[in-house]
């Protein structure tokens, strides 16, 4: 697949439509993410019911990969729960590893993204919205 | 093959230039970043190891000798390059922060107090703001900011609004901070003047010539600035060198802000007198095979030539800014006219980030930045969280600006319907 490929035919869409974007009324958890090198910042909120996320929204000011990212975790972590979506974070990363070859099949939804990863720049575009997650995690937990 | 007479010239010497990034000749077009690096100062760093290492200023033998004399005649090399008085003037660091770090903390620390102001500009990267915020915080001080032309269509857009700087020079004014050369805009200070306007009011000055150094003669004697910063790095030579430039007077004033071997005169148990400036200020050992570096690449610069240099940064950057008006979708910042700036220009391309054109022009194998470029302050002010930037450097040449609005294409067939 190439570069055009990729953002063309399967990034585009989400950059352009992001799923669940926006603001929730009542968040239970929320968290913002910011990208020293470039600016894009992305707010993050979950609605909970108990440990499931019943609800989220995303609000990105950023790049096609950065909002793309960001629109397909959002789809991926709805109705799961946060331990189980933090495992999907680990293995997310894991993914992005520049040595890493073969990707678990719950990552093949993230292909188009992890193919993108020998520009290691933009790691953390990919990141951005998952350590938001992340961070909505670490405030469940304390 | 290079078709412009200076990069053909030159692009040989620079080994880096052979690479290949994704198939094409690797077009580096980052060089306010970072320039690369002539054989000859690669050989330099590789024969200091080689034939003379051992510590400066210590040793009572011949190699010791021969790399204090390295380390020494670099400092007579340096002050010659930039026409400061004399090599006493001249304080190794690492870089241009270190170097601005060091006036922040050995001079303005002790200098400023409550109610103090800084004057720096809207332009200034973050080295040449953080340190003083730092120092800000410390005191009670407080940074003002001189404000910069930057509405569309205007006469003198991305310039510094010399008279708003008039009138914020005000008796509270302890220190103005401002750069020779913007590191997004291009834009080329009047460095001269301000300082003449800031001793009008008895103002010390402090000049970031991260950029200038590689693309302008910079002469401390005849500008008359009280401090002056710069990086190897960006001139051709080794990462980990700058330079720090300071006026006598000023250099009395400093007080050391690091201890240690080599900054001593005699040592005592409870307290120790100082060695005299500029080794004050560089306690440990010095980067000895970085200052062989150094000078190399000054020298080489002065072989090229710096008239020549100037002439070919002009033609690429008139080539460039001729182009750009072709394009209703690039958004240029910074001045238009070729006398008021430098050969680096930051755009965007509209409805595409900046980190999306830089992806495919790196996939063209063009090298660019794309971000804030550490002028987050300056960003604002423009009204855009990131750009693109491209800076030139001795061996880049018209086809590569060639290759650049092509991959331009690319990203717009990407990114655009």
């Given amino acids: ?92 990363s894991e993914s992005l590893r520049k040595d890493t070859e073969n990707i678990s099949e719950i990552m093949e939804t993230f292909r188009p993204l992890i193919s993108l990863k020998l520009h290691r720049s933009r790691i953390k575009c990919m990141r951005l919205a998952w350590d938001a997650l992340e961070d909505c995690a670490e405030q469940f937990q304390t | 093959m290079k078709n412009h007479s200076l990069a053909s010239k030159v692009c040989d010497d620079f080994p880096i230039l052979k690479r290949e990034i994704y ?68 304080v190794f660091t690492r870089g241009t922060t270190e170097s601005i770090n060091l006036v922040a903390s050995s001079w303005a620390q002790h200098k400023l107090k409550t109610g103090d102001r800084i004057l720096v500009t809207e332009m200034e990267h973050h080295s040449n703001l953080v340190p003083w915020q730092l120092i800000a915080q410390e005191t009670g001080a407080e940074l003002v900011y001189c404000p910069i032309h930057l509405k569309a269509g205007s006469n003198g857009v991305g310039l510094l609004e010399l008279e708003e700087l008039e009138v914020l020079i005000t008796d509270s004014v302890k220190l103005l901070a401002v750069t020779a050369v913007s590191n997004v805009l291009g834009t080329i200070n009047p460095i001269a003047k301000i300082v003449e306007i800031a001793h ?15 693309r302008m003669q910079i002469d401390v004697t005849s500008w008359d600035c009280d401090f002056l910063a710069f990086s190897g790095h960006k001139v051709y030579g080794p990462t980990g060198i700058g330079v720090l430039y300071a006026k006598k007077d000023r250099l009395d004033e400093m007080l050391p802000s ?89 755009f965007n391309l509209q409805n595409v980030h900046p980190h999306d054109v830089a992806q495919v022009l790196d996939e063209g194998g063009i090298a660019v930045r794309a971000g804030h470029h550490c002028t987050q302050i300056l960003h604002k002010q423009l009204g855009v969280l990131a750009s693109v930037r491209i800076s030139f450097g001795i061996y880049n040449d018209v086809s590569e600006i060639d290759r650049l609005f092509s991959a331009l294409d690319r990203a717009r067939e990407i990114f655009l319907d």
Avoid at chain 2, 69 to 87: L, M, N
Avoid at chain 2, 206 to 214: I, T, Y
């Fill in chain 2, 200 to 214: 009008n009011r008895g103002v010390p000055v402090m000049v970031d010539a991260a950029q200038a150094v590689a």
């Fill in chain 2, 258 to 346: 690091q201890g240690g071997g080599g900054m001593v005169s005699q040592v005592g148990r409870q307290a120790s007198t100082w060695a005299d400036a500029p080794q004050k200020f560089e306690a440990g050992t010095p980067p000895v095979a970085e200052v062989s570096g150094l000078v190399t690449a000054l020298e080489y610069v002065l072989e090229v030539g710096m008239p020549q240099i100037q002439k070919h940064e002009k033609e690429l950057t008139n080539y460039t800014l001729i182009k750009f008006r072709d394009f209703a979708d690039l958004e240029l910042y910074g001045p238009m006219k070729i006398t008021d700036r430098i050969g680096v220009l930051s």
């Fill in chain 1, 1 to 92: 697949m190439n570069t055009k490929t990729i953002f063309r035919d399967l990034l585009l869409d989400h950059a352009r439509s992001p799923r669940n974007s926006g603001y929730l009324d009542h968040p239970d958890l929320q968290a913002s993410a910011y990208n020293p090198l470039c600016g894009d910042e992305l707010e993050l909120a979950l609605e909970l019911s108990g440990e499931i996320i019943q609800d989220c929204r995303t609000q990105v000011r950023g790049c096609t990969i950065c909002i793309a990212s960001a629109s397909m975790m959002s789809e991926f972590i709805l109705k799961k729960t946060l331990s189980e979506v933090i495992i999907s974070s680990k293995e997310f």
């Fill in chain 2, 23 to 90: 198939g094409f000749p690797l077009a580096y077009l980052d060089n306010a970043a970072t320039t690369q690096k002539p054989q000859c100062v690669i050989d330099s760093l590789l024969r200091f190891y080689e034939k003379y290492n051992s510590n400066v200023s210590r040793g009572v033998y011949t190699l010791a000798e021969e790399a204090t004399e390295i380390y020494e005649s670099g400092r007579e090399s340096v002050a010659k390059f930039i026409s400061a008085q004399s090599s006493r003037n001249i």
